[in-house]
């Protein structure tokens, strides 16, 4: 069984920045794909940022582009991985419950139904 566990969330300034990690752990094979997603007050969950971290081949919304990026610290037939998600020039619209997930493939549209295992999430609030 997958476990993941996120870390690093807090307040922030606009415009500052913020690191937050997702620890996970159960993996039987290389061929997974972390995703992180988020879910703000009264909005549907969306996909913010993916890594395949075996080959290294990322996903970013158009909203996150050129401000966050996805890490992964990737060590061949390792059960355990870390994520990161370095987010810069926050916005308050970027406030948010952060979750990391996991699954099998990298879509080019990725969905929250394509990650099986979930974190509890991670609170990011970005204040003006």
């Known amino acids: 069984e997958v476990q993941l566990v996120e870390s690093g969330g807090g307040l922030v300034q606009v415009g500052g920045s913020l690191r937050i990690s997702c620890t996970a752990s159960?993996?039987?094979?290389?061929?997974?794909?972390i995703g992180w997603f988020r879910q703000g007050p009264g909005k549907e969950r969306e996909v913010v940022s993916c890594?395949?971290?075996?080959?290294?081949?990322?996903?970013?919304?158009?909203f996150v582009k050129g401000r966050f990026t996805i890490s992964s610290e990737y060590r061949k037939n390792a059960a355990k991985n870390t994520v990161y998600l370095e987010m810069n020039s926050l916005r308050p619209e970027d406030t948010s419950v952060y979750y990391c997930?996991?699954?099998?493939?990298?879509?080019?549209?990725?969905?929250?139904?394509?990650?099986?295992?979930w974190g509890q999430g991670t609170q990011v609030t970005v204040s003006s």
């Open positions: 997930a996991a699954g099998l493939d990298l879509y080019s549209d990725p969905r929250p139904g394509d990650f099986r295992s």
């Open positions: 159960g993996f039987t094979s290389d061929d997974y794909v």
């Open positions: 890594i395949r971290p075996k080959d290294r081949s990322t996903y970013y919304s158009d």
